[in-house]
């Protein structure tokens, strides 16, 4: 996280911050934010889409590009069932939404009510399609291309 690393100031003669020397992951993800804000419109986020079994899915990464997380956009539906492998933090965190009302019941399975952030695009994936999924691989742009070939995911 951001807070946690060490950032230092350089300051004039009264005190007043002229610079900051920051690790260079940080430097590096301000500068990939700032190129993206210069290629984007502001309030413009690029939608990615995953259908399965009927369950239609959107969304957009969220935070730094080599492990982001993701939000799911209110109106997302969900399949109903779910395999016997769905890792266990996906089934709570299912039974979690659904208790907080932000998952309903939507024949033939879920709506999500709100828009929801989660941790990656992979536990967003497998919770709407009930079985586990690669996020990378599962969500699309409107291009076809999905996260991991937009250049999600991707160790620097």
Same mark, same amino acid.
Do not use: C
């Given at each position: 996280?951001? /807070?946690?690393? *060490?950032?230092?100031? #350089?300051?004039?003669?009264?005190?007043?911050?002229?610079?900051?020397?920051?690790?260079?992951? #940080?430097?590096?993800? /301000?500068?990939?934010?700032?190129?993206?804000? *210069?290629?984007?419109?502001?309030?413009?986020?690029?939608?990615?889409? +995953?259908?399965?079994?009927?369950?239609?899915?959107?969304?957009?990464?969220?935070? *730094?590009?080599?492990?982001?997380?993701?939000?799911?956009?209110?109106?997302?539906?969900?399949?109903?069932?779910?395999?016997?492998?769905?890792?266990?933090?996906?089934?709570?965190?299912?039974?979690?939404? *659904?208790?907080?009302?932000?998952?309903?019941?939507?024949?033939?399975?879920?709506?999500?009510?709100?828009?929801?952030?989660?941790?990656?695009?992979?536990?967003?994936?497998?919770?709407?399609?009930?079985?586990?999924?690669?996020?990378?691989?599962?969500?699309?742009?409107?291009?076809? +291309?999905?996260?991991?070939?937009?250049? +999600?995911?991707?160790?620097?």
């Amino acid at each position: 996280m951001m /807070l946690s690393k *060490q950032v230092s100031f #350089i300051v004039d003669n009264r005190g007043n911050r002229q610079a900051a020397v920051v690790p260079i992951d #940080i430097y590096d993800e /301000l500068m990939a934010l700032q190129k993206a804000l *210069q290629e984007s419109r502001p309030g413009e986020r690029e939608l990615y889409h +995953f259908h399965v079994k009927g369950a239609v899915a959107s969304g957009y990464p969220v935070g *730094q590009r080599h492990q982001p997380g993701f939000m799911l956009l209110a109106g997302s539906t969900l399949v109903a069932e779910q395999a016997d492998s769905l890792r266990e933090a996906v089934i709570e965190l299912r039974l979690s939404l *659904q208790a907080k009302g932000l998952l309903v019941t939507e024949a033939p399975g879920y709506r999500l009510t709100e828009d929801y952030l989660f941790n990656s695009p992979s536990l967003a994936a497998s919770l709407v399609a009930g079985n586990n999924r690669s996020g990378l691989d599962a969500w699309r742009n409107d291009a076809g +291309f999905s996260l991991k070939a937009s250049g +999600f995911g991707k160790k620097e």
